[in-house]
């Protein structure tokens, strides 16, 4: 049995546009008059109001260059100076009373009939009385002069850049430039003799500490040179205290003496050896370097050539050669003697470079005691010294910034921190009033305003509403949607087509479907966002007999079950909602699964009937095709679940919104939510995995026919086979 709608007639209120256009038209006669006079007022009105010009200067703020020594600022002051707070800070000394007052001395604005005070009249009285204007007669005329220059100035930093622009507004052209010039001038004259002024005072200031720091510095150094000669740190060559010096030089003596020891010993030892040993003393320098062995060696070697040229001719033992011989043997020893007195003569070498050793140390370590005697008188006065330089770096510092001082207090002109980039000329055309432009705003403004006070009154009188009706005989002709062809289903209010996509899904989300359509759906776990329902519950339902018609022919509620298993009831109603999808509509895969208890499943059907979860919550898009998915759900859908009254309510809301809905029942069961979605189809739809029919497919056919009253087809799950079989009432089993 098909779900019958209420039959009683709904009301939908929408905008009469004719009814409006019609009073609209109906008003242009006091309208179009309106707008005329309040044209015509306001342009007699700005013909005779005095007419006002506008002049501009523009000065642009930048560091002044040096003209003169000691003009160079530092780099913070710099920045201080042209950052946007520096701008801004020029701004308000152009705007400042000390400047006003100064430019109004200037030009003599007071004699100025347009910077005369005013009696004010009645109301200005009336104001002042209740103390909400002050009486005129209680200012000065400098005041009331003040008062009609700051309404007529305005000056402003030009966005993105250094330039600040100065505005003046008068009555007279050349007065508005020659205010706005006066005000520069003025500006760059104070700049300048602030600048002379806080020279001046700095010089002055300087002054007295430069003679106190100069007194400082000298007491400072005459107490370095005092502590210097008490103490015995007077300095000497290489600017080495004379303690210094001394240690130095015995350092240098004692290892001169130390070398001179060890070289005498050592040529002492070797003569030793050599005459111990019987060696030649050739070898020796100090003993080849004597005259007397020399003298010796000479005699030794002309005896020796001698017995040579007698041996030619005499015998060896003939007297005169032992007479040689033994003159040859006496030279010998002569020298080897004269070779021993060398040897005792460096050894008396090296005992006395001994002794000398022995006192340069004993001296030298007398220098280290008071060295080290002396370290604290040093550091005491290399304090005293640090202090000195400190005071003399800052008495410099201070005579350079006084010497800077005063070459800018004398100088005779002081540039400023900025400079003027485009003076005020005579302005040719008054800025105020515009004439044309202001009637045409006041024209349209006026029209715009009669306008909306018509369109308000008919809204508040109900002129500019109807009320539509349906259930009657004239809303099967006046409810069909012109977009669906012959579907006699009316539209949903303010809902279109494209709603039914975007509206209940505001977004895609995997619907956890593997992609071939012939396997079953896998659930995935999907986050949605700004995911909203349409709101289906609030429209107007349609009559029983038009949702007859329309299940009828178009089957907007397709149950899919199987006497096989769930993946084959899966597999079928998955294909035939990407059908679906094909040919257009916007269909819907519900999955219901009465007895699956799964918590680690994502939320579905049985949250929207036990109201846990939302439909933003629990609505996938299938990523094969533009139809959408709910899941079972986590837990069972039990008697209690189904008649808690929700399940009425959460079906009408996906009428609304779907074009077909597709009943996953899986496999066929006796629960109460399987017959109730089965006695609400338009078909249903037996799947099996493509085997022979059978007793038990025989016996659900028949059974199916004979309590939903829906055609009921047969499906195969293999997309190859026989599909869409259709059983009569009279069927053989």
């Known amino acids: 049995m098909n779900q019958p709608h209420s039959p009683m007639a709904d009301e939908r209120v929408e905008l009469d546009l004719p009814a409006l256009l019609g009073a609209l038209r109906r008003s242009v006669k006091w309208l179009a008059p309106l707008t005329i006079g309040c044209a015509a007022l306001t342009f007699v009105g ?36 042209l950052d946007e707070e520096g701008v801004a800070s020029q701004v308000q000394l152009l705007t400042s009373r000390d400047l006003s007052r100064r430019v109004a001395k200037r030009l003599d604005l007071a004699a100025i009939p347009e910077f005369e005070a005013e009696s004010g009249g009645l109301v200005s009285g009336v104001l002042s009385m209740l103390g909400i204007k002050r009486d005129s ?19 402003y930093r ?22 706005s010039n006066s005000i520069v001038e003025e500006y760059l004259d104070l700049q300048a003799a602030a600048k002379r002024q806080s020279t001046e005072f700095a010089a002055a200031a300087l002054e007295p500490q430069i003679k106190r720091l100069r007194e400082d510095v000298t007491a400072a150094q005459k107490r370095v040179e005092t ?3 008490n103490n015995d740190l007077l300095l000497g060559a290489d600017n080495q205290t004379l303690s210094q010096q001394q240690l130095g030089e015995l350092s240098t003596q004692l290892s001169e003496a130390r070398a001179a020891r060890t070289e005498a010993e050592a040529k002492a030892r070797l003569i030793r050896e050599l005459l111990n040993s019987g060696g030649s003393l050739e070898t020796a320098s100090d003993v080849l370097n004597s005259q007397l062995i020399q003298r010796l060696r000479e005699r030794q070697v002309a005896l020796q050539s001698q017995i040579a040229e007698l041996s030619t001719t005499l015998l060896p033992n003939h007297p005169r050669i032992r007479a040689l011989n033994s003159q040859l043997a006496d030279f010998d020893r002569q020298i080897r003697g004269e070779a ?14 001994a002794g000398r050793v022995a006192s340069l140390s004993e001296e030298l370590e007398q220098l280290k005691g008071k060295a080290v005697e002396s370290a604290e008188n040093q550091a005491k006065l290399r304090e005293l010294e640090r202090e000195a330089a400190t005071k003399s770096a800052q008495l410099e510092q201070m005579m350079q910034r006084f010497r800077e001082a005063d070459t800018r207090r004398n100088a005779e002109f002081l540039a400023a921190d900025a400079r003027v980039i485009s003076r005020a000329s005579v302005p040719l055309e008054p800025y105020w009033p515009k004439v044309l432009p202001t009637t045409i705003l006041v024209a349209l403004a006026a029209f715009i305003l009669g306008t909306a006070w018509v369109i308000m009154r008919e809204f508040l009188s109900g002129g500019a509403l109807n009320r539509v009706s349906y259930g009657g005989p004239e809303f099967s002709e006046a409810g069909r949607d012109p977009r669906r062809g012959t579907d006699d289903r009316p539209a949903i209010a303010s809902q279109p087509e494209t709603q039914s996509e975007q509206g209940a899904i505001g977004a895609e989300h995997p619907a956890g479907t593997m992609e071939n359509a012939d396997l079953p759906l896998e659930p995935k776990k ?5 995911v909203t329902v349409a709101p289906a519950l609030h429209t107007n339902a349609p009559t029983a007999a038009i949702a007859q018609e329309e299940r009828n022919e178009n089957h907007r509620r397709v149950a899919v079950l199987s006497v096989d298993s769930d993946e084959v009831a899966q597999a079928v109603t998955f294909r035939l909602a990407r059908q679906a999808a094909e040919e257009g509509k916007l269909p819907l895969f519900l999955e219901v699964r009465p007895d699956m208890d799964d918590p680690q499943a994502v939320p579905g059907f049985a949250e929207l009937l036990d109201g846990s979860a939302s439909f933003a919550g629990v609505i996938y898009r299938d990523p094969s095709s533009r139809a959408h998915v709910i899941e079972a759900g986590q837990r069972a859908i039990d008697d209690e679940l189904t008649m808690n009254g929700r399940f009425d309510l959460v079906l009408e809301a996906i009428d609304h919104t779907y074009d077909q809905v597709f009943f996953d029942l899986g496999l066929i069961d006796d629960s109460l939510i399987s017959a109730q979605i089965l006695s609400l189809a338009d078909m249903v739809v037996v799947a099996t995995g493509g085997s022979p029919a059978g007793p038990e497919l025989e016996a659900a056919l028949t059974m199916l026919e004979e309590h939903t009253g829906a055609p009921v087809t047969v499906e195969s799950a293999d997309p190859k086979a026989a599909s869409g079989k259709g059983r009569s009432s009279d069927m053989a089993a």
């Open 340 to 353: 021993r007195k060398i040897m005792i003569g460096l050894e008396n070498d090296a005992k006395i470079a």
């Open 227 to 229: 502590y210097r000669a």
């Open 526 to 530: 999907a986050i949605a966002h700004n």
């Open 46 to 81: 700005l013909q005779l109001a005095p007419s006002y010009y506008r002049a501009d200067s523009k000065i642009l703020i930048e560091g002044s260059e040096a003209v003169y020594p000691g003009e160079n600022r530092g780099v913070e002051e710099e920045r201080a100076l």
């Open 158 to 179: 030009v966005e993105g850049s250094r330039v600040i622009a100065v505005e003046f507004s008068a009555q007279a052209p050349e007065l508005a430039a020659n205010v």
């Open 137 to 155: 007669g209680f200012v000065s005329p400098e005041e009331r002069v003040l008062e009609v220059y700051y309404d007529n100035l305005k000056v």
